[in-house]
């Protein structure tokens, strides 16, 4: 959802069918690259070698709450009521509504 810059909260019946043909794309690529970087989604700096073993290091948004985005430097956000899983969000990159 980060990569698509999708709202994590958005109703699947509510995407346009190219959010939807992208989303179907990008997620088994990312799955592949988590699978082959033991589980890194996101591309490791050279900077942060020696933190690669930290979640806030490993991934864009997931575990990164109260962080600053690695795009726009927002924030993430961390929701535990919205729904059954905790979810990590950009509000900037990921805008709602």
Not at 5 to 29: D, G, H, T, V, Y
Not at 43 to 64: D, G, I, L, M, T
Request: glycine letters at 6%; a positive charge; one cysteine or more.
């Amino acid at each position: 959802m980060f990569l698509r810059k999708l709202w994590p909260f958005r109703i699947a019946n509510n995407l346009s069918q190219s959010e939807e043909q992208q989303l179907l794309e990008e997620i088994p690529r990312v799955l592949k690259i988590g699978y082959v970087s033991a589980g890194r989604t996101r591309p490791q700096q050279q900077e942060e070698e020696e933190a690669s073993n930290k979640w806030e290091f490993r991934h864009w948004v997931f575990r990164r709450g109260g962080h600053p985005c690695w795009i726009c430097g927002t924030k993430i956000v961390i929701d535990r009521q919205s729904s059954s899983r905790v979810t990590f969000w950009c509000p900037k990159c990921q805008p709602g509504k």
